[in-house]
């Protein structure tokens, strides 16, 4: 079984992958970076060990990428029979909190009121608010 996800990966950073597994049984996966090019570029190996994961459980892993690919996919993958369902599968770069550090030191007072109100699901962000 393979699941696969697109990303932008650089090297030298680390990526926090984290998501949501529930299966029949015990699991053991593979998760690796793969260059467009079939390279692995990061990869680590998450499981149960032997302890069986019947009701959803939060798995995460931490990839340090070997090789910069802009069309990297992320695979989770694994040789065990039985049935497994993931969900809420992320991957993002470990210095993603210093873009918030960014925004914070430009004072962008319309970053909390954002989301505007009458349309709840529409994201809107007015650049006069962030900046003045």
């Not at 190996?45 to 069986?52: A, E």
């Not at 939060?58 to 695979?75: F, G, I, W, Y």
């Not at 210093?98 to 954002?114: D, F, Q, S």
Request: charged share 20%.
């Amino acid at each position: 079984m393979s699941l696969i996800f697109h990303q932008n990966i650089e090297k030298a950073h680390k990526y926090k992958v984290v998501f949501f597994a529930k299966a029949s049984g015990a699991v053991d996966l593979h998760v690796p970076f793969v260059g467009s090019d079939n390279t692995e570029l990061a990869s680590n190996n998450i499981g149960s060990f032997g302890h069986n994961v019947t009701e959803w459980t939060r798995m995460e892993t931490v990839l340090e990428a070997k090789a910069t690919n802009h069309n990297a996919s992320l695979q989770i993958t694994t040789s065990k029979k039985g049935v497994l369902w993931l969900d809420q599968v992320s991957a993002m770069p470990l210095d993603t909190f210093k873009i918030e550090v960014a925004l914070r030191a430009t004072n962008p007072r319309g970053i909390a009121g954002a989301l505007k109100a009458g349309n709840p699901t529409r994201f809107c962000l007015n650049y006069n608010e962030l900046v003045t």
